[in-house]
């Protein structure tokens, strides 16, 4: 199966924790993308990234939120003391190129108790 | 303002019937405008895409319709199945740089068998 890969699919945490959410991307895609996705909501981007670099995170808020995706190895999203509020989908997309269309993965629910 | 609005917010259609959902972007700055479909507990899936300089695609069932002037675009599915019930999501994808996509908020349909 050459899909977009997430682990853990759910993931609970409690006030205070560190959540750390793994994206690895379809087969051939070097392009990563993270977003949000609030219950009853839509898709907010959060940020994207290629092998070892981030070339847009004007979604990630400016604390606690950091992504990296290294040379070798899946794509991480990490949110250091978690609160409530960030219960949510955590949904990754990989792409073949920046102009190529974004295929999403399964996401991750994180909630936070 | 990058910003997609997209209505309704849900949709009951009976089988056989034609659902159609409305979207509308509100600056110039976007080249690609993917529809995804979402069931419960899954991520968005690529439903079908269509750019600019096209005022209509069609695939099976599925067709956009694309008014450049108007800044507006619309799903419509034919002979709408039980099985289309889902969330739909339209998007667009901003020209350049971050390639990232704004979502709309998503419509809600459910088919009556």
């Known amino acids: 199966n050459a899909g977009v890969m997430q682990n853990p699919r759910h993931l609970v945490r409690r006030r205070g924790q560190e959540a750390r959410l793994r994206c690895s991307p379809m087969?051939?895609?070097?392009?990563v993308y993270w977003y949000r996705q609030l219950p009853e909501e839509g898709l907010k981007f959060m940020v994207y990234l290629q092998k070892e670099n981030i070339i847009d995170e004007s979604g990630m808020p400016k604390e606690r939120f950091s992504a990296e995706f290294p040379k070798e190895g899946p794509s991480i999203l990490r949110i250091q003391q978690v609160v409530r509020g960030d219960s949510a989908a955590y949904f990754c997309a990989s792409s073949s190129g920046g102009k190529e269309t974004q295929y999403f993965g399964p996401g991750t629910r994180l909630l936070v108790l | 303002q990058q910003q997609v609005k997209q209505s309704p917010q849900s949709l009951i259609v009976q089988k056989g019937g034609i659902s159609i959902i409305n979207c509308a972007y509100e600056?110039?700055?976007?080249?690609?405008f993917p529809w995804y479909q979402q069931f419960p507990g899954k991520g968005p899936a690529l439903l079908i895409a269509?750019?600019?300089?096209?005022s209509e695609k069609k695939e099976g069932r599925f067709t956009i319709s694309f008014n450049k002037s108007a800044k507006q675009f619309s799903l419509h599915i034919m002979d709408s199945q039980p099985g289309d019930s889902a969330t739909y999501f339209c998007?667009?994808?901003?020209?350049?740089?971050?390639?990232?996509?704004?979502f709309g908020t998503g419509t809600r349909l459910k088919v009556l068998a």
């Open positions: 600056n110039t700055a976007f080249d690609y």
């Open positions: 269509i750019r600019p300089d096209v």
């Open positions: 087969k051939g895609h070097s392009h």
């Open positions: 998007a667009a994808k901003v020209v350049s740089g971050t390639y990232k996509y704004i």
